[in-house]
């Protein structure tokens, strides 16, 4: 076994001697987190880049990197982990600037006597004003990816962001807490159970409740506990299960879970029926439970699945620290709130649906008319329960920033009695 010496140096603030064992240097080619860290504390305390390069058996480079990336942040806060190798967008790529008024010269040429639209073309036009002009084939690559040529291929549009459907939270100012339940899981000798999960888009914050039965008061009693330990969200998402939404048997029905979601001023967001996308966080969080907690072990008990279901929680959520530092801030639980279900109903409620060939959504056990001619369509319901009025805006992947005012209605805030 090769044997290595020690290497010493002299700390520069307290003149202290500190001795650095070799046989704890990780000498893989990728070090841990740790070593990077205390890599660029002894660089701020006094340490040259080149003697703490030398000791860690690695490149000059790679200190200056790990250095440059937790400059001027705590060392605690800085993200660690590995990233994905190359720039994130390639240096040679054509700015959307200049995609754009490219594509906009195309619209203008359509539209002009003599009919030429081709690549050739619209360089020429760009020398001909004097403006950034890129070569003809990356011209005709560029009408290619957006879709501006006249044979007929399919286009991949890029992806919406995320919460693309609410727009601060597309802007990253307000955070969403998505809530699912995960059913048909059984214990040999206990008998079936029941899993309610929940993530934040954001900030990627993890929950989870193995109980013996989900119901809308069990679901009450999970979300106070997590709203309470981690602060409230702008809006926690569903779907549209009755445990979340209430009973259907009469109109304008407000379970416990929306009464809940009001009285704490989160809004309510309730995805549409059948529909793929909306639902992809959460989902994905119940695949990686199951495949992480429900199926890595054997549980003889419901609290042994607890338990497991806890320590796997606090790990993820240690994790994602970093993740969880730069999500858009949570409002502090109110000190002397009190759950009331007899108080007024406040606050909005958002129903997410598709149109039918009518153009009609359904919600609340309501036909609402909202335009004949967006038909098949995605709309964003807002139910304003302090104006008694709902507005509908029209929604677009493709478009994600457009969303345009359909249609408002008036609507009566439901004030009966509420049976607990």
């Not at 040259?48 to 990336?69: D, H, K, Y």
């Not at 942040?73 to 994130?88: M, Q, T």
């Not at 990816?145 to 044979?151: F, K, Q, S, Y």
């Not at 359904?362 to 369509?377: E, Q, S, T």
Request: net charge positive; glycine share 8%; aromatic share 8%.
């Amino acid at each position: 076994m090769r044997n290595y010496t020690t290497h010493t140096g002299r700390d520069a603030v307290g003149g202290l001697q500190q001795t650095i064992p070799v046989e704890n240097v990780p000498w893989q080619k990728k070090a841990p987190p740790l070593w990077r860290q205390r890599a660029v504390d002894l660089v701020r305390h006094g340490w040259s880049m080149r003697a703490v390069s030398r000791i860690l058996r690695v490149s000059l480079c790679t200190v200056q990197c790990w250095f440059g990336r937790a400059q001027g942040r705590r060392l605690e806060e800085v993200d660690w982990s590995d990233r994905p190798p190359g720039c994130a967008r390639a240096a040679n790529r054509t700015l959307p600037i200049i995609e754009r008024r490219i594509i906009s010269l195309r619209r203008d040429l359509r539209r002009s006597p003599l009919g030429e639209v081709g690549a050739a073309t619209i360089h020429r036009m760009l020398v001909e004003r004097g403006l950034a002009v890129p070569g003809v084939r990356t011209i005709g690559r560029i009408l290619l990816r957006h879709g501006a040529v006249d044979g007929r291929k399919r286009i991949r549009h890029a992806a919406p962001p995320r919460g693309w459907y609410l727009p601060d939270v597309a802007d990253r100012t307000a955070e969403l807490d998505s809530f699912d339940v995960v059913e048909g899981l059984a214990i040999e000798g206990h008998g079936e159970i029941d899993v309610l999960n929940g993530i934040s888009l954001h900030g990627g914050l993890p929950a989870s409740w193995p109980r013996d039965h989900i119901t809308s008061k069990t679901t009450v009693h999970a979300l106070l506990e997590h709203w309470g330990d981690f602060g409230l969200p702008a809006y926690a998402q569903f779907d549209n299960d009755t445990r979340f939404q209430g009973p259907r048997q009469y109109p304008d029905s407000f379970g416990r879970v929306m009464r809940l979601c009001l009285s704490l001023a989160v809004v309510p967001v309730f995805v549409p029926p059948c529909e793929m996308g909306f639902q992809a966080a959460i989902e994905n969080f119940n695949g990686r439970w199951q495949s992480k907690v429900w199926r890595r072990f054997r549980h003889p008990s419901l609290d042994g699945l607890q338990q497991r279901s806890e320590q796997f929680m606090a790990a993820l959520r240690e994790r994602l620290a970093a993740r969880l530092e730069a999500a858009p801030a949570r409002r502090p639980f109110p000190d002397r709130w009190k759950l009331n279900w007899q108080q007024p109903l406040r606050g909005k409620v958002i129903f997410l649906r598709r149109t039918t060939e009518t153009g009609r959504v359904n919600f609340l056990v309501r036909d609402f008319f909202v335009d004949r001619l967006w038909v098949h369509r995605l709309v964003r319901a807002e139910v304003d329960l302090d104006a008694g009025q709902i507005c509908f805006y029209a929604l677009r992947r493709r478009e994600p920033e457009q969303q345009r005012l359909l249609r408002t209605v008036p609507y009566v805030t439901p004030c009966g009695h509420f049976r607990e």
